[in-house]
């Protein structure tokens, strides 16, 4: 009989409410989208819009904007007005703060729940003044700062009391009838945030926005962030996410992509298939694969391009890619949907692939 259909790798998204992010919509209706965070001093209007200017340009979708001071506040409903990407205002501890980034226009506000507490008798205020502008709430849990009666209970921050802080705090909005809210649990330890996540993925419908906190460095927190994402995402569960890198937060955008494209959450752009190299290799292919991904860097067209180290692999690999070069004897053959249409010197092959790249964006630029 026929064979029954494998089930597919990605369960279905976890249904959630929907909300809105400005003009981005957050939820499993939505595709999902990445964020990150301006590292600029938020008063400076013209740093911080140049540095978001940036981030849109490398693929954010949302951009976080720290609110520690009053010069900071000040600043929002310029920075917010003139973003080409809907901005989040990250307020801890003072609620006037919260007010003023609702009235300035941010696309939502963020707020932590160890702090909440000090909002107590804020909370009904918060909640009218979001709802009167339309403007979401992110609860924010860290493991840093957790709410100290849920931090005692359970001796340390557990996934359990990670979830347990946030639907606490998500629940003095709801009882103000307040339910535009998305919620991250966020800890250091991939392991420990995947079943917190889980756990509120089974006790709620919130939309969550994932993120592994003080990940570390870019190389390790790019590996946290790919792992602990890529379980959760997995099955269904994340609808925002944030990579959290020791390094400039283009990097963090670039990561975020990265992981969205790999499982295709997210449309591929440049993908290079290239290979190890071996001791059959006959070009050095780390320089050729690193010169042809900077030759092509930010390049719009969906694009895979081969760069094979000798005749094994190579020839079947170029011909399975829009683009490739098979190499071998200090040559390469240049593959273009599958057929070879040149052979050239090995110092000619980046040039011609980034040629070759160029003509077929050309192309379908004007298909
Ligand atoms: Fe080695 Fe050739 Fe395979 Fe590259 S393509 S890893 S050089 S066998």
Aim: glycine letters at 8%; one cysteine or more.
């Amino acid at each position: 009989g026929i064979p029954a259909m494998p089930p597919p790798v990605l369960a279905e998204r976890r249904k959630t409410r929907q909300l809105m992010v400005g003009p981005v919509g957050v939820g499993s209706e939505h595709s999902i989208s990445v964020q990150s965070m301006t590292t600029t001093v938020t008063a400076d209007v013209n740093a911080t819009l140049q540095q978001i200017a940036e981030l849109t340009a490398a693929g954010c979708d949302i951009v976080r904007v720290a609110c520690p001071s009053a010069d900071d506040a000040e600043a929002l409903p310029a920075i917010a007005t003139k973003s080409q990407i809907p901005v989040i205002a990250d307020i801890h501890f003072q609620p006037k703060y919260v007010f003023a980034a609702i009235e300035a226009g941010c696309a939502a506000v963020r707020v932590n729940p160890g702090n909440i507490k000090k909002f107590d008798d804020k909370v009904a205020e918060i909640a009218r003044a979001a709802k009167d502008h339309g403007t979401p709430i992110r609860i924010g849990v860290n493991a840093g700062s957790l709410d100290p009666r849920i931090l005692s209970k359970h001796g340390k921050a557990t996934p359990e009391a990670l979830a347990e802080s946030a639907l606490w705090e998500a629940g003095l909005f709801a009882e103000h009838d307040f339910h535009d809210i998305k919620i991250s649990v966020k800890h250091h330890d991939p392991v420990t945030m995947i079943r917190a996540y889980e756990i509120l993925a089974e006790q709620c419908d919130y939309p969550l926005h994932l993120g592994v906190t003080e990940a570390g460095p870019a190389f390790q927190g790019t590996i946290k962030s790919a792992v602990a994402f890529g379980a959760l995402l997995r099955q269904g569960i994340g609808d925002t996410i944030r990579v959290s890198l020791s390094a400039p937060p283009v990097e963090e955008v670039k990561v975020g992509s990265q992981i969205l494209q790999s499982l295709n959450l997210r449309p591929r752009k440049l993908e290079i298939v290239s290979c190890p190299s071996c001791g059959r290799a006959q070009v050095d292919v780390y320089k050729l694969a690193d010169e042809v991904t900077a030759g092509l860097e930010g390049m719009e067209v969906p694009l895979r391009v081969a760069v094979m180290g000798c005749v094994v692999n190579g020839p079947g690999e170029a011909r399975e890619a829009d683009l490739g070069v098979a190499s071998g004897n200090g040559k390469g053959q240049i593959f273009v949907k599958g057929e070879v249409i040149k052979t050239v010197p090995e110092h000619k092959i980046v040039e011609t692939l980034i040629e070759e790249a160029m003509r077929i964006a050309e192309e379908a630029g004007e298909a």
